[in-house]
């Protein structure tokens, strides 16, 4: 799937039987159906599309879009409603981005590299809603999936001091490094047009860099965050599996936040996943019974002693998969 040139995907969803793809392109000639845009607008282009696999050759790519500015933009993660309404989050460097003023949260680029978050009806096909999120310096929406209540979340992470945060937040300041990057939480109320439509939005991370990897939520709407960091004051919970990262390099990491709770208080379990050498957690899910599931990899042991030792030699790394039930 893909033009002449450079395509590349970066999420998939299933729902009702259809595949639903995001990701970025530099091809002027990638495959669009029904379209809200049919064209690249310059740059890296977000592409959006549906296919239905009970279906053969081109029909069945029933939906295909261009999205995007005269800068870079990429499609980073996506999400669908049992409706069938697409949620497309993802990273801009357009100052034009088609955006739904005024019902948008924040209706203007607002430098540096902002996340976005794109929510899209296939079958028209329109644009429902989509807004910038971001700070002055560089904000990067890696994550979203929908809360049991409707709601959207977003994660990624950003270098902004002013990124919007709400009072009920977990962390309201970024870290205090002389560079800091964290990652964040926002959870966006689509019904609601504007500043009023940011239910909850934290900072979270130490005084170097945390960047989230991937979110979910479970159905009492906490949210699992898994990603890396560099920090070694990064915020743990007191039942942390590893309360301080093993070395002073790349660390996984994995936070669950109740956005329900009493401000500052709403750090349910937070731990490094971490070894000798480096490891990520590049992927989250939760099941019924709250145990949270992670992978990513890993140059050394991460397991607690007793567990699955590290496979390949010291140095190379292994995917791993962990579950965990804090």
């Known amino acids: 799937m893909g033009g002449a040139a450079v395509d590349e995907p970066a999420g998939v969803a299933t729902v009702n039987g259809k595949i639903y793809v995001t990701g ?6 990638f495959p669009i159906a029904n379209s809200v845009f049919p064209g690249r607008q310059g740059g890296r282009e977000i592409f959006v599309s549906e296919l239905d696999p009970t279906l053969s050759g081109t029909a069945s790519l029933i939906f295909s879009t261009y999205y995007g500015g005269k800068g870079t933009d990429y499609g980073r993660s996506i999400a669908v409603d049992a409706a069938g309404t697409v949620y497309v989050a993802g990273f801009t460097y357009s100052a034009d981005l088609p955006i739904t003023t005024p ?29 910038y999120l971001g700070g002055t310096k560089t904000d990067d929406a890696r994550s979203v999936v929908l809360d049991p209540s409707g709601k959207v979340a977003i994660a990624g992470y950003t270098l902004s001091p002013n990124f919007p945060v709400t009072q009920n937040a977990e962390q309201p300041l970024i870290g205090a490094g002389l560079s800091p990057t964290n990652s964040f939480l926002t959870l966006l109320d689509l019904t609601k047009p504007g500043a009023p439509g940011l239910v909850y939005s ?17 159905s009492k709407g906490k949210y699992i965050l898994g990603g890396y960091s560099y920090s070694r004051d990064m915020p743990v919970s007191q039942n942390a599996l590893n309360a301080t990262p093993a070395q002073g390099g790349l660390n996984g990491f994995v936070a669950v936040i109740d956005t329900t709770a009493l401000p500052l208080n709403s750090l349910v379990y937070a731990s490094y996943i971490t070894g000798p050498g480096s490891q990520t957690v590049n992927g989250v899910d ?19 002693a007793g567990g699955q030792t590290h496979i390949s030699a010291p140095g190379n790394a292994d995917a791993y998969i962990f579950i965990l039930t804090p």
């Open 24 to 29: 970025s392109t530099l091809s002027d000639n």
């Open 103 to 131: 019902v948008a949260y924040q209706p203007t680029y607002a430098g540096g590299g902002d996340g976005f978050l794109l929510q899209l009806n296939t079958s028209l096909p329109l644009i429902v809603y989509s807004t």
């Open 202 to 218: 934290t900072y979270f991370g130490g005084t170097l860099a945390e960047v989230a990897q991937d979110l979910a939520t479970d």
């Open 286 to 304: 939760i099941d019924a019974s709250g145990a949270i599931y992670l992978t990513g990899y890993a140059t050394s042991d991460i397991f607690p």
